[in-house]
């Protein structure tokens, strides 16, 4: 139920942004979501319908960019992705590891303006 | 690198933009321009966040954030923590609920600060509350806050709140496998608390099974089992409390 936060700050951005370039109309949004980000991508896109009305927004394409979690591993260093279950277990030396190095992206990545 | 830009949104508040792939100054704009950006969504709250974490450090505070579902025992939790440590550690409590200050009228104790904050619809506490929360505490000699967020497993895994220390609790009743289908927030944890072990035998729970997929989900934790009203495990939590409090 966040999503709805989230996505208002990313309109906030995407406005500046678009009003800040002079243009008339934001056409395509993207989005980088990390699997463990905690933001869910349809309840983001439900959010978006909401929040652009009304704005230079108003029926753009939402892309949403899915960051796969990836994490290190303390004993031989290898940086590897996150299994089935987002469980963290290193391929080569089989230690779970709870550092994760992406995941959980939660960022505006590009836009499609004229 | 792109270059940077500063923003400001309609609070005031500023916001950094990495810009790439600008079309070079003087050429024509074509009809639709791409360009990339990073702009992290939750920038604002994760400065506010850090805006706390400066707060407690410098008042020497232990901040903790104790998150979990519905009905795990956050509130027995700490009204048993209060009155088993709370005369020895000076301690204060923000609790947040989307409705009433129930919570907060079970935690009042005489020697603690409590304050409610109710979010309406808000799933989650933020940065923000805490730090509007915080005015309504009273802070001198307190050395542990205890954050109770809203009851829910998935929206405050997003959120910062400036704590030192983010604690997770899942208890006897919920079942073994909730930290395999919740991982964001277990993911995020420092410290993980199975709760209600007294209610073990009665609900054959397998205690091995939940803590190995706790430790599958969240190998960065330190976890222990207790039960608030059997008081099993509770000198243990104690003893994380003082080590921590030690550290700082």
Redesign the interface.
Known sequence: ??EV??MS??M??VL??AR??G?QRV??IV?RVGT????EPDALRFAFEIVAQGTLAAGAELEIDPVPARARCAACATEFDAGA?????CPTCRR?????SQGRE????????? | MGQI?E?K??DGDI?R?IVQGEPPAGAAAP????????????E?NDRRAERNRTFFRERGLLALNLVSSPGTGKTALLERTLDDLGREVKCAVLVGDLETDRDAQRLHRPHVSVAQITTG????LDAEMVARGLEALELDQVRLLFIENVGNL??P???DLGEALRVVLLSTTEGEDKP?KY???F??AQVVLLTKIDLEDRLSFDRAAALENI???????RVLALSSRSGEGMAEWYQLLRGELLAR
Do not use: N, W
Not at chain 1, 36 to 39: H, Q, V, Y
């Open positions: 139920m966040h936060g989230i700050s990313a906030t951005a500046a942004e800040r370039r243009a056409h395509r989005l463990l980000s905690g933001a279950g987002l469980i963290c277990e779970l590891s709870g550092d994760l939660l960022e505006l990545a590009r836009l499609e303006m004229s | 830009t923003y949104d309609q916001f933009v009809a639709t321009r791409t360009i990339d950006l990073t702009i992290p969504l939750l604002k619809s808000a799933c989650h998935v929206c895994a997003s959120f395999l991982p964001p927030i993911k995020s430790r599958r989900i969240a190998p960065q934790a």
